[in-house]
């Protein structure tokens, strides 16, 4: 019999530590897929939202009735000739009335309101001057207001920001919760064989082997239940919305392409977490047995 099986001789296989350290394991890897993919999701929500936000603006134009005609000509003839304005037009009225019909509902009669007169702009890469565009709209045209949209991609950006770092802290508390339930094994298995581990004192053993032999069998039994849990992690995340539907509000959560691989290193992690919380564990209890 080598050392090997030996050392497997001494860690009882059965017990509560050995259900503890399996389901706690995999409890957490599950968790984890999610808070990943909640954090990937997160960031490639806030890119789309400022690709899609990125180069375009909108001009607002408020006037009497009998001015709108003449406003709305002056200012398409000042974007024509900013630099930096690749392309504008005018909305039409059935655009205006579809972007206001979420806010206003469809039964509103939008044709008896002194509706403001909109211009889709496009920007080119490097931008117009925008606060010496706003102050000759403003010179020429009193009633157009210029936005490019910063209001409303500056929250958006902040609030993606946000939900990342909230799922990457709930990764760094599911890891602390993981290392604090393998220590707490490691411990109580190591307790409770403290006249087992006397007699393999006495008989020649040193504490590095029987570290050893506890902290292979915790990584084994963590990296097993890390990976059940990672597994049915990932399925789970496969029987969500399709992302391309768009049908649901879930449809953009899970992984795409290579960020598959995440899920996929958990039970990597979590063996790394296991070994280095099992060994400092092991260590400091051996000291304590004489």
């Given at each position: ?30 968790l ?64 205006q009335?579809?972007?206001?019909e ?51 991609r ?18 760094v508390?599911?890891?602390?919760v ?5 220590m707490?094994?490691s ?24 570290a ?78 004489t």
């Amino acid at each position: 019999m080598n050392r090997y099986q030996v050392s497997r001789l001494v860690v009882p296989r059965s017990g509560r530590g050995v259900w503890l350290v399996g389901l706690s394991a995999g409890a957490m890897a599950f968790l984890a897929v999610f808070a990943l993919a909640l954090s990937v999701s997160a960031a490639r929500l806030a890119q789309n939202w400022q690709t899609a936000l990125a180069q375009t603006a909108t001009v607002r134009i408020s006037a009497p009735p009998e001015e709108m005609v003449e406003q709305t000509a002056i200012v398409m003839e000042v974007l024509r000739t900013t630099p930096g304005i690749a392309d504008a037009r005018e909305m039409t009225d059935e655009e205006q009335a579809g972007l206001l019909e979420a806010w206003l509902g469809p039964d509103l009669p939008l044709d008896a309101l002194p509706l403001p007169r909109l211009l889709d702009v496009t920007e080119t890469p490097g931008g117009p001057d925008r606060q010496g565009l706003r102050l000759r709209l403003s010179a020429e045209a009193p009633g157009a207001v210029y936005d490019d949209h910063t209001r409303w991609r500056r929250p958006l950006a902040e609030g993606a920001a946000r939900l990342r770092q909230l799922a990457n802290l709930s990764l760094v508390l599911i890891g602390s919760v993981m290392a604090a339930i393998v220590m707490l094994a490691s411990s109580a298995s190591l307790a409770s064989n403290a006249q087992v581990i006397r007699v393999l004192r006495l008989v020649g053993a040193q504490d590095r082997f029987i570290a050893q032999a506890f902290v292979r069998r915790m990584t084994l039994r963590a990296t097993l239940g890390a990976a059940a849990g990672a597994a049915l992690g990932a399925i789970a995340m496969l029987l969500l919305p399709d992302p391309a539907t768009g049908s649901s509000v879930l449809s953009g959560l899970g992984f795409q392409g290579m960020g598959w691989l995440l899920p996929v290193s958990l039970p990597v992690v979590t063996a790394i977490l296991a070994w280095a919380s099992a060994k400092a564990t092991a260590f400091g209890v051996l000291k304590g047995v004489t």
